[in-house]
């Protein structure tokens, strides 16, 4: 029978329909994978690829936001970018935050992820609750609660709780005093307040991989609660540690409603300035779209080379594990 097929030529037909039904099924699942994924492409390339290559383009020029692009002036925007003292100090005040971010929110929102994750607290889902709520708050909303805690008036929240507990304290100017020597702490301050229980939040579902038998082995070997946090507990976390610190870096330079109103736009004499505030200040509200999309880029390469080195150094360990 085979022999009749090989002579009829019935062989290499059926070989021939095989490839080709294969061929048409790989054609069929790229079409399905491209009709999928077209639309977030659209999206994408319309509301992110394009604006970031127009803002590229007008950081070229001055322009006002009115008119044809004439006006070429070159690298001049950012030439008076990084001459301006405002900006230098809006960029100090950023890394700042960034800084304390990475250094003071995200250690608190792990001790208290712990606490409520796995100590042996009683209520602790009533506590996790209340953790978490300042995190469902808008950035609005917060901002203007804060700005009556922080008034500089004997009677704000802040200075009344520091006068009854501290003997001899003033009352301070928390939201009003000339760069960073109180505003930015207490911006800083707000900022942990808001966002601390969204990266314990992230902290407690990490906490569910680690494996409790092998914390308890550690215990029967003699190892004390601290050694179990450092040589167990902390590393078997490390991917959801890395994530954390990506999540706030960024998070902390696009940061923008919360500081805008708590400092009155930057105030007193635009000393209490970050990126996004001066930009939005000195470049939209001005129009002068030609500045300000020099400052847009300045944030922009910042955050893309903190993004691609930290997850080419620190990240590529999650990635190849997925």
């Not at 307040?193 to 215990?219: C, N, P, T």
Request: proline fraction near 4%; glycine fraction near 8%.
């Amino acid at each position: 029978m085979a022999a009749t097929r090989q002579r009829l030529g019935i062989q290499p037909l059926l070989r021939d329909q095989k490839r080709t039904d294969k061929l048409r099924e790989e054609i069929n699942k790229y079409l399905t994978v491209g009709l999928l994924v077209l639309p977030g492409m659209l999206i994408f390339v319309l509301f992110v690829l394009i604006p970031i290559f127009k803002a590229a383009q007008y950081s070229l020029y001055e322009w006002r936001g009115f008119g044809e692009l004439t006006n070429y002036i070159g690298l001049d925007n950012y030439d008076r970018l990084f001459h301006q003292k405002i900006f230098r100090s809006a960029l100090k005040h950023s890394f700042l935050i960034t800084f304390l971010s990475v250094g003071v929110q995200l250690p608190i929102a792990l001790s208290l992820a712990l606490l409520v994750g796995r100590g042996t607290l009683r209520g602790k889902s009533i506590f996790r609750t209340i953790l978490f709520v300042p995190y469902v708050f808008s950035e609005v909303i917060t901002a203007i609660i804060w700005s009556y805690v922080l008034h500089p008036s004997p009677n704000g929240l802040a200075n009344l709780v520091f006068g009854k507990l501290i003997p001899g304290f003033e009352p301070q100017t928390w939201l009003a005093s000339p760069g960073q020597n109180t505003v930015m702490y207490s911006v800083f301050a707000v900022l942990t307040w808001k966002y601390f229980g969204f990266h314990m939040i992230i902290y407690m579902a990490g906490l569910q991989g680690v494996s409790r038998d092998l914390e308890d082995a550690a215990r029967v070997d003699g190892a004390n609660e601290m050694n179990v946090l450092r040589f167990i507990t902390l590393p078997s976390l490390a991917s959801t540690l890395r994530l954390t610190v990506f999540l706030s870096v960024l998070g902390s330079f696009q940061q923008f409603a919360v500081v805008w109103i708590l400092t009155r736009e930057g105030s007193p004499a635009n000393a209490n300035h970050i990126i996004s505030t001066y930009l939005y200040k000195f470049g939209i509200k001005t129009f002068y779209l030609g500045y300000g999309s020099a400052i847009a880029i300045t944030l922009f390469l910042i955050t893309l080379v903190f993004s691609l080195g930290y997850q080419r150094m620190a990240m590529q360990k999650d990635y190849s594990k997925s």
